[in-house]
T-cell receptor, first 110, second 114 residues
């Protein structure tokens, strides 16, 4: 089954710096999605990239997808303290069911 | 539009008791999913409804878990009897039919079994 695996697990950066997270998966996908979870709150959908797309932008977020390497990256530019959260990648296959990775904890220090 | 609503936000119950979680999806979203995150581990799929039908319930851990979606609107997830290992955060999500749509997740129900 599909499974996203983020790397690194925890990241601590200064406000204003960029944060990059990677995700790898094992099987073919229809799309890959990134989610954020702030402490004690629900999952927030950040961005979806389809299998035929290579790069996508949304505000300060940039996602890349390399289907040949079965990997994706999420870049947050000019980080803010409010970006402190756990970030998950999730892959969706033909059954539209999401398979989540373990998540990255990002701490942005003001 | 209103988001996905889950109730309760927190529940603390004793081992052996019954708990029922509720999820109200976004109106018009035929897909409804339940996921859970146990002890800070991965978020695991539980089951998927399309309208009122169970499309995929392969992630349900055992027969102590029962999910329903009568009428294809809100869904309930009942745990009976609850065990200690059921503690975690239960998320509900909904989406429109078709690939390429992101999911909208609720805030989750934090279940603690003591």
């Amino acid at each position: 089954s599909q499974q996203g695996e983020e790397d690194p697990q925890a990241l601590s950066i200064q406000e204003g710096e960029n944060a990059t997270m990677n995700c790898s998966y094992k099987t073919s996908i229809n799309n890959l999605q990134w989610y954020r979870q702030n402490s004690g709150r629900g999952l927030v959908h950040l961005i979806l990239i389809r299998s035929n797309e290579r790069e996508k932008h949304s505000g300060r977020l940039r996602v890349t997808l390399d289907t040949s390497k079965k990997s994706s990256s999420l870049l947050i530019t000019a980080s803010r303290a409010a970006d402190t959260a756990s970030y998950f990648c999730a892959t969706a296959g033909g059954n539209n069911r999401l398979a989540f990775g373990k998540g990255n904890q990002v701490v942005v220090i003001p | 539009e209103a988001g996905v609503t889950q109730f309760p936000s927190h529940s603390v119950i004793e081992k052996g008791q019954t708990v029922t979680l509720r999820c109200d999806p976004i109106s018009g979203h035929d897909n409804l999913y339940w996921y859970r995150r146990v002890m800070g581990k991965e978020i695991k799929f539980l089951l998927h409804f399309v309208k009122e039908s169970k499309q995929d319930e392969s992630g349900m851990p055992n027969n102590r878990f029962l999910a329903e979606r009568t009428g294809g609107t809100y869904s309930t997830l009942k745990v009976q009897p609850a065990e200690l290992e059921d503690s975690g955060v239960y998320f509900c999500a909904s989406s429109q039919i078709g690939l390429g749509y992101g999911y909208t997740f609720g805030s989750g129900t934090r279940l603690t079994v003591v």
